[in-house]
């Protein structure tokens, strides 16, 4: 926790409990979604935010609900809202923009935009984040907890196999060269630490697999979200590649590699090179036993990352008061100074370029150079992809690329039927 952090939650609570002792002042009650599971560090953090915003705001009154992973946030959401009780303002995926447009429950940014002050506070976000909430005119939310997908790599094993620890693979084929050196196997023949994992499980594949596509050129889903591209050939090369890592070139372990698992692997020595969200960041700075680099992912020749993480939504059904005071809240939540906090505080990269002039950010750079790849990655960086239907598409192309990886189908063949099935879904979305 850093000292910033720490003071604003004891004036935070010192200041409400003044309130408490005041007299009653009226107050507009709005609800905060945050997708994270109950208790913790994270909460504690959201919490001191939240003290802080009320004791600067004593007319308005924020519950904080914290409403399990993205997906079970997303669901209650959208059960509150089709009941007539939505949350006032929401932390979800930048790819559900057009599951909640479709739904008709989210209330454009822009419309709450009036004076100078705030299209100064607009202007300030990265454009490359603001891209994926822009929709038929209008900015539909705005980033918050966002981040890239980048390697971690373990210098003492890159050392130990005789490759300079400060020089990451920047292609494809030196990370298949640079894994096969750091493929380490027992006097049995058994693997006791890959070169490389990629996590291919339900809930992250489509969003790794993403990059390997836009390192090969090719893109998932179109700009409008009615069309995907599962089966051309830049896709379908991309997930050959990703199969030949273990079946040809024998440096990623077989079959399902779990998102949540893979930054204990990497820690632990199971894995020499990882990848994974900028927002594991913090963990892995904390509990590594060894010296570890940042680096961005190789191309195919060119580099590319992809986008991803949450934004800040504000829910059409409540009332016109309350809409007016999450606006508030969501532009305290977004300052230059609270962002580059909360980058500190998990990893996540800071969407606004004023949050990296703050001296929190400017001293955490200095201490944790690890944290600059990620915003210098930006540049090279695609979006996520977001089609209406969101969820069920993503399940049919993470079921796709896992009936790859486990060997139940060819790549080209789970492509393809991956592409006929979001066919059929996005149909009724095409004019």
């Given amino acids: 926790m850093t000292m910033t952090f720490l003071k604003r939650a004891l004036l935070g609570s010192a200041s409400l409990s003044m309130l408490a002792l005041s007299p009653a002042i009226a107050q507009t009650n709005i609800t905060f979604f945050y997708p994270v599971q109950v208790g913790g560090p994270l909460t504690d953090v959201i919490d001191g935010y939240v003290a802080e915003f009320q004791a600067q705001n004593p007319d308005i009154a924020v519950e904080a609900i914290f409403s399990g992973n993205y997906t079970e946030t997303t669901t209650r959401a959208l059960t509150a809202a089709r009941s007539g009780n939505p949350p006032t303002v929401a932390v979800l995926l930048a790819t559900d923009i057009y599951t909640l447009i479709d739904e008709d429950v989210v209330q454009p940014i822009d419309t709450f935009v009036t004076s100078d002050d705030d299209q100064e506070w607009l202007d300030g976000f990265m454009p490359a984040y603001l891209a994926s909430a822009q929709v038929d005119g209008h900015l539909w939310a705005v980033p918050f907890q ?4 980048v390697m971690y790599y373990n210098k003492e094993a890159f050392a130990a196999a ?14 298949v060269e640079f894994g096969k050196a750091l493929t380490v196997s027992d006097s049995s023949g058994n693997v006791t630490q890959w070169g490389l994992g ?4 339900m809930n992250a594949v489509h969003w790794l697999f993403g990059a390997l596509v836009a390192q090969n050129g090719g893109m998932l889903s179109s700009e409008d979200g009615t069309h995907t591209f599962f089966d051309s050939p830049e896709v379908i090369e991309a997930l050959q590649f990703f199969v030949d890592l273990s079946t040809e070139h024998g440096i990623h372990p077989p079959g399902i590699l779990e998102w949540g698992t893979t930054p ?9 090179m990882a990848w994974h969200t900028t927002g594991n960041l913090s963990n892995i700075r904390n509990n590594a036993p060894f010296d570890f680099g940042v680096a961005p992912y190789p191309g195919n020749p060119e580099p590319a990352s992809v986008l991803g993480g949450g934004n800040l939504y504000i829910f059409s059904g409540a ?5 007016a005071a999450a606006f508030e809240f969501v532009k305290f939540m977004t300052s230059a100074e609270l962002l580059a906090d909360w980058g500190v505080q998990t990893g996540y990269v800071a969407p606004r370029d004023d949050s990296w002039e703050t001296e929190t950010l400017r001293n955490f750079v200095q201490e944790v150079p690890q944290a600059q790849v990620a915003r210098m990655q930006i540049a090279d960086s695609v979006p996520e992809i977001s089609t209406f239907e969101a969820a069920r598409i993503n399940q049919v192309l993470n079921t796709g690329i896992q009936a790859a ?8 063949a789970a492509m393809q039927a991956a592409q006929a099935e979001a066919d059929r879904i996005l149909a009724i979305y095409r004019d």
Avoid: K, Y
Wanted: hydrophobic share 25%; net charge negative.
């Fill in 146 to 149: 966002r981040s890239t997908a």
């Fill in 198 to 201: 990629i996590p291919s499980s």
């Fill in 162 to 175: 005789g490759l300079d620890p400060e020089q990451p693979p920047r292609t494809w084929d030196e990370m």
């Fill in 405 to 412: 990886v486990i060997g139940e189908q060819t790549p080209e």
């Fill in 264 to 272: 204990s692997d990497f820690m632990q020595g199971r894995l020499a």
């Fill in 319 to 323: 009332s016109e008061e309350q809409q």
